[in-house]
């Protein structure tokens, strides 16, 4: 399970899990305790292997005091190749839904309106 290319990054995000926890003198079993998850999930987590939850790892970050961490994994303001190619696009004008449905059904109603009217005795305006 997973990549080649992140078997590195989790073992390094587990590393430095691994030493948040030991600076602050806290057991694997008292980690695992207060995050509300097992002792080997813990030792799974530091070890660096990809099927630990994220929400594991969320918990893990609590106690350790390093939430906030989490948020900035992702932090948009510092995706270059998003902002560039959301520069590159240029500005969009959105459409909601509505104005969609709107623009679609205005062609079949006029062209409703241009057909001829039949009455039942056969006459055609």
């Known amino acids: 399970m997973g990549s080649p290319k992140t078997k590195p990054a989790l073992e390094r995000l587990g590393q430095d899990v691994r030493n948040a926890r030991l600076r602050r003198g806290i057991a694997v079993a008292d980690l695992a305790v207060r995050a509300g998850t097992s002792p080997s999930s813990i030792?799974?987590?530091?070890?660096?292997?990809?099927?630990?939850?994220?929400?594991?790892?969320a918990d893990v970050l609590l106690v350790l005091g390093l939430l906030e961490r989490l948020a900035d994994l992702v932090d948009i303001r510092k995706d270059d190749l998003g902002?560039?190619?959301?520069?590159?696009?240029?500005?969009?004008?959105?459409?909601?839904?509505?104005?969609?449905?709107?623009?679609?059904?205005?062609?079949?109603?006029?062209?409703?309106?241009?057909?001829?009217?039949?009455?039942?005795?056969?006459?055609?305006?």
């Open 43 to 57: 030792a799974r987590l530091e070890r660096g292997e990809p099927g630990v939850a994220i929400g594991t790892l």
């Open 83 to 125: 902002l560039a190619l959301t520069t590159e696009r240029g500005p969009r004008r959105g459409r909601s839904f509505a104005a969609k449905l709107r623009k679609q059904k205005a062609p079949s109603e006029s062209a409703q309106e241009r057909q001829d009217v039949v009455d039942p005795e056969g006459a055609s305006f």
